[in-house]
């Protein structure tokens, strides 16, 4: 959870709330801390802005050890807790996947552009992952109604619009409505059938423009997509997919933007390798692309 959800969270009574207001002094911010778990608030290990120095963030977390270990018995938090009790409840801790869902983890990095800086996030230095998800009712779409070699199909919904309203084409999030899509298309297609594996290729186009009071941005860009559908087992078995394309900041942001505000940048994804019953990481715009409805059906 990011520092504005716990800020955000009606129960102040919980044990976790609590815990956190008091190492933090009421200021929940973003960065990397060390506390013992007695409540002993033991230093912010962030260094050098906007690029890290890892030499001085090893030195200070090396700093908040030896402060940990001079605690003694106190640094150990002596209550038992209960997770039903003790532990913030989120909306999150309710949902759960859709059985099938094609479960990708994403990656974008951008290329280099006039005039940038660490102090952007836009800079090749920075790499974005996160997960994308695509239901059974929603994966289909890529299925032709026969699936024989060369069998055809045109793809809308979520399958074709997910990937650019959640911004996973782009570093940073811009506010991606379905009108802001003026143009592009996805098709897919059977290319062979081998026993019961289909294998598809899926190809896309995109040309987008928003126009809102929170997003100026423009974006064209091209998918393409292998995908492997296992009629017996009736999922994905395998899907590997690239995005190029070319994102504009439309108004530049003094505590976000440096240098150009047009880039170039990839897009790579396949089927999340991490996916077990430990893995309970969501995607990051979980709220806006996904919410308990979403899981509550195929």
């Known amino acids: 959870m990011d520092d504005v959800s716990y800020k955000e969270h009606q129960d102040k009574t919980t044990f976790e709330n609590r815990w956190l207001a008091g190492v933090m002094k009421n200021d929940i911010q973003q960065g990397i801390y060390v506390a013992a778990s007695g409540g002993q608030f033991l230093g912010r290990a962030n260094r050098g802005w906007p690029d890290p120095d890892p030499k001085e963030i090893l030195q200070a977390l090396r700093k908040s050890l030896s402060d940990y270990r001079a605690l003694g018995a106190q640094r150990k938090l002596s209550a038992n807790l209960d997770a039903a009790q003790d532990k913030l409840k989120w909306e999150q801790?309710?949902?759960?996947?859709?059985?099938k869902t094609l479960d990708l983890r994403i990656s974008s990095r951008g290329y280099a552009f006039s005039g940038m800086s660490a102090f952007d996030?836009?800079?090749p230095m920075y790499f974005h992952v996160d997960r994308l998800w695509f239901k059974p009712s929603e994966w289909r779409k890529w299925l032709p109604q026969n699936l024989t070699v060369g069998s055809k199909t045109q793809v809308a919904g979520p399958a074709k619009t997910r990937i650019v309203l959640l911004s996973h084409m782009q570093a940073g999030s811009s506010a991606w409505w379905e009108e802001h899509i003026r143009g592009g298309q996805m098709s897919s297609q059977v290319t062979a059938v081998t026993g019961d594996q289909v294998s598809l290729r899926i190809s896309a186009t995109y040309d987008m423009k928003a126009d809102s009071e929170w997003s100026l941005d423009t974006y064209q860009g091209n998918l393409l997509a292998f995908a492997t559908y296992d009629k017996k087992?009736?999922?994905?078995?395998?899907?590997?997919?690239?995005?190029?394309?070319?994102?504009?900041?439309?108004?530049?942001?003094?505590n976000l933007h440096v240098g150009n505000p047009t880039q170039r940048i990839g897009a790579f994804a396949t089927i999340n390798p991490a996916a077990d019953a430990d893995d309970r990481m969501i995607p990051q715009s979980w709220k806006w692309g996904y919410t308990l409805a979403w899981g509550r059906s195929q």
């Open 233 to 254: 087992k009736d999922e994905m078995v395998g899907f590997e997919l690239a995005m190029l394309g070319t994102h504009t900041v439309g108004k530049m942001m003094s």
């Open 121 to 123: 996030q836009r800079h």
């Open 93 to 99: 801790d309710a949902f759960k996947k859709p059985a």
